[in-house]
């Protein structure tokens, strides 16, 4: 989950289950449609100009992290930070 502000804008994203889909409005939608992230929750608060609202998503989006880099961070495996439907099985 990140928060980003721009302006007066402020912009959440949150990761959803997945077939979710994308639930955002305006321009949260368009930007994450055309970086291609596909199971996300979204609010936007403050300010409703759509330039401010863009700034934020893409603010927010700059701040995620790979599942590698927080492993590396906390000092454990990749395969016990993913989400159980992402995990690689030990066959």
């Not at 949260?28 to 992230?37: D, H, N, T």
Request: charged share 20%; proline share 4%; no cysteine.
């Amino acid at each position: 989950m990140v928060t980003a502000e721009y302006g007066g804008a402020r912009v959440l994203l949150r990761p959803a289950a997945p077939g979710t889909g994308v639930v955002a409005g305006g321009g949260v939608r368009a930007v994450l449609e055309a970086v291609g992230v596909r199971d996300v929750l979204s609010k936007s608060q403050g300010s409703s100009n759509l330039l401010n609202v863009t700034m934020a998503t893409l603010a927010a989006l700059q701040m995620l992290r790979t599942p590698q880099e927080i492993a590396s961070i906390r000092g454990k495996d990749v395969n016990d930070l993913v989400p159980f439907w992402e995990r690689k099985k030990n066959d």
